[in-house]
């Protein structure tokens, strides 16, 4: 991608917000806020959610089967489960009286999608047969938090990975709630975030007597407190820990959770499948969350220095940022433009800027960017190339042909 005709802009000066992801995701160009809550995904934000959604999505295709729920439905399946009243909740209708002429529907704007998987389960699956079988969606969810703060971190709107299991018993719905723990981890070290997250016990909520599970990033700037049991490592979150124990607090942030619905939401729905005798029997769920929007400002919470951001290479917008210093020499621009088809034929993303602007800003903007390799072309290179990793002081100068190969290791 060049950057003479790519629609970014950064802003290094831009100023300070009420956190770190806030600040260096809109300093870098990668959103735009368009109310408390609510935000663009600007070109290189959507190539980064896109990349951690496409590892979320990798990971539960070995587990389930993705489809694409509707962000609307009707109040009358929130009724059903009585759950209109859930704080959270958005509404939409008809804006005006012409609007509201041609269809007075209310709607409801989805925060979770229970409602409409469990009914759409109902026509499909009714045999023990059928059993056990899970779905998932990649959506945006909209809730009307109390206070929406720290950038992608709590959103008015947001993105969600959102998955439903059926099970006929409840042993069947355990075994496969171990299996989706085992995916979860699996994203989670993919996005380099594993070490530093725990599987916390939390309240079950009003599905089950038991606890779901969250998994918690330590960071700073999360609402959540978890407190981990010096002797066992077991994490609970504060909310749920027993009082008398030996427990390290810190704070961290819900990039998940997953949770035993058991048959709240199938005897709402009177959801039963029919039994090897012929007998009908309660069908048994789970659901299971990832916060993919949340998980971009938790990565840029944690992988960053005073310059910018870091990205891990998995979610990188980029793998290269090419900087051609001094471009309006013929010369130099041949050889950026050499080098540039080089790393594009050797299917290296690689962002080009092709600028006619200080060399500082170009590395500014390398930095801030968070793209893990920059490669200079310069007089100074003298028709080779320096090659030099986000993280580290050092820089190499070598042909393009051998600096192609090493990136490809
Ligand atoms: P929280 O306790 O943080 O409000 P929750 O328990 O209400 O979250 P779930 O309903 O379990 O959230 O949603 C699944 C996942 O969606 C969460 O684990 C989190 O990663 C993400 N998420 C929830 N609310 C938001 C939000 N307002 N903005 C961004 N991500 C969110
Ligand atoms: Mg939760």
Redesign the pocket.
Known sequence: MKYSQYFLHTNKDAKELDSINATLLQKGGFIDQTMS?VYTFLPIGLRVLNKIENIVREEMDTIASELLMPALSPVELWETTGRTDIDVLFEARGANDASRKRNDGRYILNS?HEEIVTPLAKKRRLSYKDFPFAVYQIQT?F?N?ER?KSG?????E?R?K?LYSFHTSEEDLLAFYETAKIAYMNVFKRLGIWEDTKITKASGGDFTTGFSH??QAICESG??VICIDNKTGEAFNKEVAPKDGDFTQHNAS????I?PLNTKFSKAFDYTYTNKEGKQQIVYMGSY???T???MGVLVEKFHDEKGIIWPKSVAPFTIYLAGLNIDDEEIKQQADAAYEELTKAGIETLYDDRNIAPGAKFSDADLLGIPYRIVVSKKTNRQVELKERTSPESTLLDIAPCIARLKQ
């Open positions: 809550g979770t969810k809730r938090e929406a992608l971190m709590r959103g008015r947001f969600m959102d969250e998994f609402e959540d819900e990039i998940g959770n949770f969350g990832i916060g929007s949340r998980l």
